[in-house]
């Protein structure tokens, strides 16, 4: 059954980029890598499992000290921060100066810990971290690039552990989600719904 387009969808130049005209939901992490003898943490939102195995990835430019950072090394961490650690993650975004680099004003004022198995850095207080070894970089998005890694340690806050003997629902109302509502908002979520799955369906 086919219906004509209705009258209250508006179309968009695709000519020029659309994600500052709509609202969409995304993830909020914050990318730790180190170049040079210093340590940088950057948040990104563009960022997702890479299928359903061991693999991760996210959204950079080669203009920033983090791409660079993990093209020479090889390795990053990603922190996946709670709606408590909003400031020390907006902190994290601060550019660095020419002056004084971000290792000397930011990171020395934000709580971190070191990852278990590579030398960068984490958020303190984060309930998921991922290290992760360079998988592959994909360039060629305009001025953007996709890196991706294979996850080769993991560490969750056992408040946030799945369990089978928990209801989902309970879990997440008491132990909220940080979500960035591009651009420029986040949202707590502590209220989820289980999805109608169709009978039989598998991923």
């Excluded at 730790?32 to 340590?39: L, R």
């Excluded at 920033?64 to 996946?80: A, E, Q, R």
């Excluded at 998988?135 to 408040?159: A, M, N, P, Q, W």
């Excluded at 997440?172 to 420029?184: K, M, Q, T």
Aim: aromatic share 10%.
């Amino acid at each position: 059954m086919e219906f004509d387009i209705p009258k209250n969808l508006i179309s968009l130049d695709p000519h020029i980029p659309i994600w500052d005209r709509v609202y969409t939901v995304a993830p909020l992490v914050v990318i730790g890598s180190k170049g040079n003898g210093e340590h940088d943490l950057a948040p990104k939102h563009m960022a997702t499992p890479m299928g359903f195995g061991n693999y991760f990835g996210f959204v950079c430019t080669p203009r920033h000290c983090t791409y660079d950072n993990i093209k020479k090394t090889g390795v990053f961490s990603v922190s996946f921060p709670t709606p408590e650690q909003l400031v020390s993650i907006s902190l994290s975004a601060t550019p660095r100066k020419e002056s004084v680099s971000k290792s000397e004003t930011v990171l020395a004022a934000l709580p971190t810990v070191k990852a278990t198995s590579m030398d960068v850095l984490m958020i303190e207080g984060a309930y998921l971290y991922l290290e992760c070894e360079l998988f592959k970089i994909i360039d060629g998005f305009d001025d953007y690039s996709l890196i991706t890694g294979h996850i080769r340690h993991v560490l969750v806050h056992e408040d946030h552990l799945r369990s089978s003997d928990q209801d989902d629902n309970q879990q997440i109302r008491e132990h909220p989600l940080l979500a960035y509502i591009a651009h420029g908002r986040f949202a707590t979520i502590s209220e989820t719904y289980k999805f109608p799955f169709p009978k039989d369906f598998q991923r």
